[in-house]
């Protein structure tokens, strides 16, 4: 047997000590019961992610994880029946069949909310019980502010569920509510505006369904976001049935990468949709897309300052759904219109047909590695459903489009896009509350090792940084009208 010298000893032994740590570190549900190991963890997270200051300024005070690791668990213990009916760690394997008591739980909005209703401090209860950031995770995402624009109608605990998975102080949110919504949502809606210095809230004529008021009622939140002193770098749409699939410092990096780049879907525009504008000329060759988009702050500017973008802003305004006319409108025909982080909607068309075998090709795909060029939103349609039925929809359809269910988030977990649509609270709600805890874990305990390389390489910022388009692949893993 070979002698093993003492400062070998050493060397295996805080091998053995910091492999368990960095282990510990990374199974986030052992710790809340080592508070020690917490502590380190937490400290070794803050020197990856953090960015320092220069000498002369005051130091910015960070997040305490140790305390928001309890008080994100506290939400958690405060929604009832909820931890005993869904195991989400085990959720998120496919082959778990034993979800009985998940598909069963409901959640109960008013007695959720019944203890922000009665406190005398409003503000701080509800700070309290929805977990949200008084400070940065870290000076990266300190250092690159995000923006949020929201058109909501109804069920505000499920949108102040979104928020708190978002909000950092650095950030700017805007919520556009229906006023025809009911008063008690509004005024639930209205604290958060009096509780938050950077949650804005607009109110907006009332909104029917694919009518120029949704469309309106969205830009209205994009103009309000433009017009802030406030220095934030990429804007993101959100409905209020959404969930985020990446945290706040994933969406950072991802937005690093996308480079200015403007994120929509493209589809060919149905003249049947102009109604009664068939016989007018549009400014500018329009196009169908998604009503989420995500763009950066300067194509934000470029849009409230732009007299052609105004013309179709009216030129629109009495076509039918608007608001899936627009985005890729304004940011896919540049000899039209001179869209910061644009891109060419007919030359991608061309290479998307060409690719398009007519049938579903559902590539490999991971957290980080996208298989389609729109990152915005993940959305399952009816339409892509009836050509792949392995593809699944576990909750329910509502309009066409999925409601996801239990049985959806080992899938949901892995997809590379920014937001989910949709949850409903009457649906499996422990689907929507699995995804919020995960992501709200990651946020406390992130993956360092993330760099986003993967979404540097889609063709927006790849064709941005003057690659040829003949030697870029605009990738879409489903058939052409699927974005």
Known sequence: MIPVTRPAQLVLFFAIVFGTIFLICNETRYLLKLPYILKLCDKNFTQLTAVPLRQNKTPLELLDVLEYTYRVENVFNGIQGFQASADCARMEEPDVLDNANAYRWRFNERDFWWNIDKAKDKCAALKAKFAFFDKPRSMEEHKFPLAYGMLVHNHAVQVMFLLSALYQPQNQFCIAVDSQAAQEFQDKIYLLGDCFPNIHVIMTPPVTWCQYSVFRGVYSCVEYLANLKADWKYYQYLSGVDLPLKTNLEMVRIFKALNGSFNAGIYDFDQKRLLYKANETPPVTLWKGSLSATFSRKSANFMNMDPTVRKLRRYLDTT?????????SVAGNPNELAMPGGFDAEAWRKKLLASDDGAPAYRNFSRYEPENYYISRYQLWYEMYELDQTIGCHGRWKAGSCVYGVDDVP????????????????????????????????????????????????PGPRLLAGEAIENVEIISSRRYFFY
């Not at 590379?416 to 709200?440: G, N, W």
């Open 320 to 328: 039918y759904c608007p608001d899936e006319s627009f985005w890729t």
């Open 411 to 458: 899938m949901l977990v892995k997809r590379p896009e920014l937001i989910a649509h949709k949850f409903y609270f009457d649906t499996q709600p422990s689907a929507f509350f699995c995804m919020y805890k995960y992501v709200r874990h990651r946020t406390l305990y992130p993956d360092v090792n993330f760099t986003a390389k993967a979404y540097a390489q889609l």
